[in-house]
Each structure stands twice: as structure tokens, then as C-alpha cells.
């Protein structure tokens, strides 16, 4: 198959602007409880009506202080409530927000805020107003910095006293669909960020056919009201759309800046969200943490007798949806029903215990990590989509989902496979183009459809699969073109393994750098009596060695032996954002790692 359309599910043309539902819920129902807010370590509620008078407060203080329609104000922030009452505050006042990673550095603030053309910036914290006010000078477009730790939105919304609502409402009966609603800025893998221009149309196409096809993950059980906790950055799109379309559809949002286990876990357990959006490495962690707590408690044996009745018991469901099986057994349904409080409901807790269904993408999640939280009672829709694609493009369908996949076209969208493999996207979901750069544009927009530059392969029932990006095929010297996702994905599975980067190109064969899970290497030394030691240490261990080479043995399992790795290093420090090898998405720079690597790259091919 070469082709598929999938229907749509929304009908009619949007109207208005994302604002507009704000006001809408709080005339409708305006005690209804529309998000949480920690204040103190505590969660509280606030509701649609709280929430449009804080968004009318805040937009009027836009006003006074010079924000006009159209223009451009950069976020630079980690997931917060402010951040969503300044993104539906922007969004009354027909303003465009422009999201910034915190963690970006002066040079990548600079051209952001330059190339945009930002009139002000809100910033969470101290360092980041250094950050800015270390390139300001270079930025004449920019008037004013707000900082949130500071009181910016106590300060702004006194500002504004003096304003009439009616100017907001006025403002905001001027946004139409076709109006730009963000700014949003590539990670940079490749080169240089470009700003992909993203209306209120994509954002509410998007957001509405999300909640219409999967109204089983935005509804609840009786009694329940339907909530979600959301790590994931706002300043990715993916974050911008849960945010988007939980306020859209009255879910109860909350907001986690950090996403480390520590952090994250007592705040599910607090929050309790009915379900969650995530990427892979977030469910790897959960899975992770599960196994070593039964290996302290001596139940490695049980654990994994329970993963693997819940694969198979997810596998034959699978099998019963496509016709091709009668279902679980009789047999296969006692087993599952035996680990369910011993293992699964367990599993369940850690993510607030309400939780059912999940959506994951980002990244490619293993097709056995999603058949097991499906069997522990966690359906997990895994999908695929960029930022020009306003997030999700393709997503596995309820009640039909096939794992190791990234499913079908979201309704009203098509997927098409290009000679060369490339995914070719098109829809009301994808974007009108990269700010300034026309010629970005036309090489990626063609009579409408989107050229991803991801490779991919549509099965005869018209579900997706990713095998790579077209930048990042390998070469070798004997003419041999590999595909390194699939296999890099592979050696990560392993517990003992943090990241896994192949080379190769010009060479005689595939190698690979590897780095370690520093939680999952503890725990493996605790398990066999060993002293912890250093990294530079570890990474001579022999017995450690050994175990990680099963990983590599394992992923070699998938490809043929031109294709399979023959030699690997582990490293003793980990490929970070801050050292400029991860883009703040977490993807890896491929470059940049075999540059700063070289010396060690260069010693896997010395016979």
C-alpha cells in the first residue's frame, strides 16, 4: 500500500480562535473544575469561570502594556500554569506566543527571539532573564521581559485594571481560524531552528479530531472527571496540543515541570490523572522501576513470568481484533487474572493508579514494552507526527491497535509513501510554512503535501511504520545502507543501557557508542554485592561489558550480518543537552556526538 485516507470526524469548518472556548466553558458551566493548580505542595482546582477571569485579567495587562494584535511574545519556561494562562491571554488579544526551551542557550535565544521578531519575552526564573539579557542588546525588536518567579502575572494584571474587558473581546472576535496561533521552532538536529508557523485551524482541527476519534482516553468512568497531568514541554507541539485540547474538551489539566522519576511519580500518585500523554522513555522508566523493585524483593522470577503473560494476553487480543485469533484462553485469562494484584495494579499505581489509556510518540516505543502495559491494563496509543504537522499526523485507532506501529492517518489526514520511502503527510493539521525562509518551505511543501523526511512503510491495512530518516541512513564503504532507529531502539531496551548512537558511514561495517542507565547499573551491582564505582570505572568492568554485549547480540537478532553491529564502546558520560548532543526534544545530534567522539569512533575500526 502505497496511499491511505482516513475520513474525517470533525465537521464543519472552525470558527473563531483557541481563546474562544475559554470564555465559551466559563458562560456554560463556569463551576466546573478545568484545571489543577500545586500551590504550597498541594493540588487545588480552578474552574472554567476562575479560569477566563484570570485570562481576561492577564489580557488586559497585555494591553496596557503595549501587546498589540499580532504580535510576537517568546515563553521561555518549563511546563507551568502560567505558561497556559499566558498562551490563551496572547491568544484573546490575536497576540502569537512563541514557545523557547528554558534550557536554550544565549545563541539559540538570540536567533529565536530575532528571527521572530518578539516585542517582549516572559521568562520563569533569574537565569533565564540573564540568558535573555545577555543577547538583548542584539534583539532591538524587544521591549519588555517579564519573569514569572517575580510576579509578572500579579504585576500585568494590575497593569490592566484600567482596561475595559470590551477591548479583549474585541481583540479576540478579530482572530479567524487562518490566523498564525504560534511560532514554533525545529529542534535544530540538522542546523539552524526554523520557525514553523502554525494557525488556530491546525491547532483546533488537531485538537478536536483527537478528542472526537479517542473519546475513550478524554472521557472517564462514571464518577469520575476526566483528567490528565501534563510533563511533556509546552514548548513542544505535542505538549502546546494536550494543553489545547484539554481546555477544548473540559479535561482537568494540571501541569509537571520536571520529568524525572522523583519528581514526577509522588505528583501522579497526588494528581491521580485518568490518563496521560508521554513519551517512550517515560513508560520505559515506569517498566524499569518495577522490575528492580521485584529483584530487591527477590521477585525477578514472578515479575517475569507476569510480563510475559501480559505480552501474550495483549498479543491474542491483538490477534482477535484483525480476525486473525479467537482472543485470550481460558488458560491464558486465569494467568493474567492471577498477576493482576501481585503485578499489574502495581504497575497501575505508579501512574496514579486511575489511569487506563495513555498516548505516546516523540520517539518509537518497542513493540513488547506496549504489549505489556496494554496486558497490565494500560492502552497505550502510540502515533507519530512533527512539528509541522501541528503533532500528531498518524496514531494507532481504539480498539484496534497494533503494536510496533504508529497506526493509521488521523481522520481527515492522508499518508503517502514516496518512491524513496519518505512519509508525505497531508491535512488540515499541517502547517503553512517556516517563518522567513520561503525556500525551507517550498522544499518541504508540495501542492500541500508535507515531504517529513522520515522514512516509512504502510502495512496492507493501512498502519504506518517508521524505519528511519532519510538524513541519518548510514552508508558503509561496501555500499550497504542501514537504517540505525530500529536497532538503536533495540540495545536501549536493555536495562543497563541509557543511549545508543550507530556509525559507520564510509566505513567497513556499523559501530556503536553506548552509554549507561546509571539507576539500572546500580541496582545491577547492588544485586550482586559490588561496590558502586565510578563511571570511568564501570565502563572497564568486564562483567558489565559482557551483560551490555547481550544487548548488541540481541539487536543483531533484527538485521542481517552486514547490517549488524560488530564493534561497540561504552562511554562514560552521558550524551546531554547541556554538552550540545541532545536537541531539547531528547533526539539525538548525530554530528555532533561523532564529532565530540571522534578519537573514539576512529579506535572501533582499528583491526
Request: charged share 20%; proline share 5%; glycine share 10%.
Amino acid at each position: 500500500m502505497q496511499e491511505i485516507t482516513v475520513p474525517p470526524v470533525v465537521t464543519g469548518s472552525p470558527v473563531g480562535g483557541l481563546a474562544d472556548a475559554v470564555f465559551l466553558h466559563a458562560r456554560e458551566a463556569p463551576g466546573r473544575v478545568v484545571l489543577g493548580r500545586k500551590s504550597d505542595g498541594v493540588w487545588g482546582d480552578v474552574t472554567s469561570g476562575e479560569l477566563a477571569s484570570e485570562v481576561l485579567g492577564l489580557a488586559k495587562g497585555l494591553l496596557a502594556q503595549g501587546i498589540r494584535f499580532g504580535d510576537r511574545v517568546a515563553i521561555m519556561s518549563r511546563t507551568r500554569y502560567e505558561w497556559t494562562l499566558f498562551d490563551f491571554a496572547l491568544w484573546a488579544i490575536g497576540a502569537q506566543p512563541v514557545p523557547v526551551y528554558p534550557s536554550s542557550s544565549a545563541e539559540q535565544v538570540h536567533w529565536i527571539l530575532y528571527d521572530s521578531e518578539c516585542t517582549a519575552c516572559v521568562v520563569e526564573d533569574e537565569d533565564q532573564a540573564m540568558t535573555v539579557g545577555s543577547v538583548i542588546d542584539r534583539l532591538p525588536r524587544l521591549l519588555r521581559l517579564w519573569q514569572l518567579d517575580a510576579g509578572a502575572v500579579d504585576g500585568l494584571v494590575r497593569d490592566g485594571l484600567q482596561v475595559s474587558e470590551d477591548v479583549v473581546h474585541r481583540h479576540r472576535s478579530a482572530v479567524t481560524p487562518d490566523a498564525t496561533a504560534t511560532v514554533i521552532y525545529t529542534s535544530g538536529t540538522t542546523g539552524r531552528p526554523k520557525g514553523c508557523v502554525l494557525t488556530h485551524a491546525n491547532f483546533m482541527f488537531e485538537a478536536d479530531t483527537m478528542v472526537a476519534r479517542w473519546e475513550s482516553v478524554f472521557q472517564a468512568r462514571p464518577g469520575e472527571q476526566p483528567s490528565t497531568l501534563l510533563f511533556l514541554p509546552l514548548a513542544h507541539v505535542f505538549g502546546r496540543m494536550v494543553e489545547v485540547a484539554a481546555v477544548r474538551a473540559r479535561v482537568k489539566l494540571g501541569h509537571q515541570p520536571v520529568l524525572a522519576a522523583a519528581e514526577l511519580l509522588p505528583d501522579l500518585a497526588a494528581f491521580r490523572p485518568t490518563f496521560v500523554l508521554g513519551v517512550p522513555y517515560v513508560f520505559e522508566k515506569v517498566f524499569a522501576a518495577a522490575r528492580r523493585k521485584a529483584e530487591t524483593e527477590g521477585r525477578t522470577g514472578p515479575f517475569d513470568r507476569a510480563v510475559d503473560t501480559a505480552v501474550r494476553y495483549a498479543e491474542a487480543r491483538e490477534q482477535k481484533a484483525f480476525g486473525t485469533g479467537p482472543g485470550p484462553s481460558a488458560k491464558l485469562r486465569v494467568e493474567h487474572q492471577l498477576f493482576e494484584k501481585l503485578v499489574y495494579g502495581k504497575v497501575r499505581e505508579a501512574l496514579g493508579g486511575r489511569v487506563r489509556y495513555a498516548m505516546s510518540g516523540g520517539s518509537a516505543m518497542s513493540r513488547r514494552l506496549g504489549l505489556f502495559f496494554d496486558g497490565a491494563g494500560v492502552t497505550v496509543f502510540e502515533g507519530y507526527g512533527l512539528t509541522e504537522s501541528c503533532a500528531a499526523a498518524t496514531a494507532n485507532p481504539p480498539g484496534a491497535i497494533k503494536y510496533g506501529t504508529v497506526g493509521r492517518p488521523i481522520p481527515g489526514g492522508t499518508v503517502h509513501i514516496a518512491a524513496d520511502g519518505e512519509i508525505w503527510l497531508h491535512g488540515a493539521h499541517v502547517f503553512s510554512g517556516y517563518l522567513n525562509d520561503p525556500q525551507a518551505t517550498e522544499a518541504v511543501l508540495r501542492d500541500g503535501w508535507l515531504a517529513t523526511g522520515d522514512l516509512g512503510r504502510l502495512d496492507a491495512d493501512g498502519y504506518l511504520t517508521i524505519t528511519g530518516r532519510k538524513k541519518e541512513i548510514l552508508v558503509t564503504s561496501n555500499g550497504k545502507s542501514v537504517a540505525p532507529a530500529a536497532l538503536e531502539e533495540r540495545v536501549r531496551s536493555h536495562p543497563l543501557v541509557s543511549q545508543c548512537v550507530l556509525v559507520g558511514n564510509d566505513r567497513p561495517y556499523i559501530a556503536a557508542l553506548l552509554t549507561l542507565d546509571m539507576e539500572g547499573v546500580a541496582h545491577w551491582m547492588a544485586m550482586r554485592g559490588r561496590p558502586r564505582l565510578p563511571a570511568a570505572e564501570l565502563v572497564l568492568d568486564p562483567d558489565l561489558t559482557a551483560e551490555v554485549r547481550r544487548s548488541v547480540v540481541a539487536a543483531n537478532t533484527l538485521v542481517s550480518q552486514a547490517e549488524s553491529i560488530r564493534a561497540f564502546r561504552v562511554l562514560a558520560e552521558q550524551f546531554t543537552e547541556e554538552r550540545g548532543l541532545l536537541t531539547p526534544s531528547l533526539k539525538l545530534k548525530r554530528r555532533a556526538i561523532e564529532k565530540v567522539y571522534a578519537q573514539e569512533v576512529a579506535a572501533l575500526y582499528q583491526s
